[in-house]
């Protein structure tokens, strides 16, 4: 994008050039649905049966990540990501949204474990498991790290972060908490909402509601880390901050959905029936 450099005639200096403006993002077409893992005749898991009306959680035991790594101008910087708080965080807001986690007891098998790893993809901040009686979630801190130093020169230069309020830090440890928050939520059987309808995590996409209205904030189950910074920082039309990475109204019930169909829920999906000019908000496969 060109850049307009304003020359002050009455001054010997130049004005400071105009910070490039990223391109508006339409929004995603997922602010109809939520999407979450089915089973076979289309319907969302039950995971409250699956898990025998216990929900619980294991962190891995890790200290501060830190690591220089070299930024756009070619020198080193450190980052440094505290990640068991922050996962704890994420793991408190989903108990928010009404579901029943708690810790792992002394020889009780748990039902998300979430730990950190290599990954094969520089690309994944993180992986989800869900093929077995435990779901497995992994966080790569190197990636987050180093995708931290990719975007956070863009994410300021174009207003979507200020750096006078949010350092390079801060902003790994938002990016740290969003990846998170993402994969408890693929641990909790949602799905990208933004996908294509086929296979992911080895199992059917069943739509399970359509939105109660236009959400203000973008879905945390969104893909793209960065598209989700930018749909955030259009919708709240201020620099995004640390409170703002968050589940949204959508994710809340839709976890709600995979780990109870119980008579309210089902309630909700009647009622966004009657709502929505499609005459169905549930569709199999």
């Known amino acids: 994008m060109a850049v307009t450099m304003l020359v002050l005639l009455s001054t010997a200096s130049l004005a400071q050039p105009i910070p490039p403006t990223p391109r508006p993002l339409p929004p995603p077409a997922d602010l109809t649905s939520v999407k979450g893992l089915g089973n076979a005749d289309g319907t969302p898991l039950r995971l409250q049966q699956k898990w025998d009306g216990e929900l619980t959680f294991e962190i ?19 980052v440094q990501i505290n990640a068991r708080p922050l996962i704890r965080d994420a793991l408190a807001e989903w108990t928010a949204a009404g579901l029943p986690l708690r810790a792992v007891s002394p020889g009780e098998t748990p039902s998300l474990r979430i730990g950190y790893g290599t990954l094969a993809l520089p690309s994944a901040l993180g992986w989800t498991n869900v093929r077995g009686p435990v779901h497995e979630v992994t966080l790569s801190l190197r990636n987050i790290a180093r995708k931290a130093v990719r975007l956070y020169g863009d994410m300021t230069r174009q207003g979507v972060i200020d750096s006078r309020q949010v350092s390079l830090n801060d902003f790994a440890a938002m990016l740290t908490s969003l990846t998170a928050l993402h994969e408890i939520g693929h641990g909790l059987g949602l799905l990208h909402p933004d996908a294509p309808s086929g296979d992911e995590l080895g199992a059917r996409i069943v739509t399970l509601l359509g939105a109660i209205q236009h959400p203000l904030q973008p879905s ?19 620099p995004v901050g640390p409170g703002d990475i968050r589940l949204n109204q959508r994710d809340r019930i839709g976890a709600r959905i995979m780990w109870n169909r119980n008579a309210a829920h089902l309630l909700i999906l009647r009622q966004m029936q009657c709502a929505l000019p499609s005459p169905s908000c549930i569709a199999s496969q």
């Open 60 to 78: 891995a035991p890790m200290g501060q990540y830190v690591e220089g790594i070299a930024g756009q101008d070619g020198r080193s910087v450190s």
């Open 220 to 238: 945390i189950m969104i893909g793209d880390s960065q598209v989700f910074f930018t749909l955030a920082h259009q919708a709240l039309g201020r």
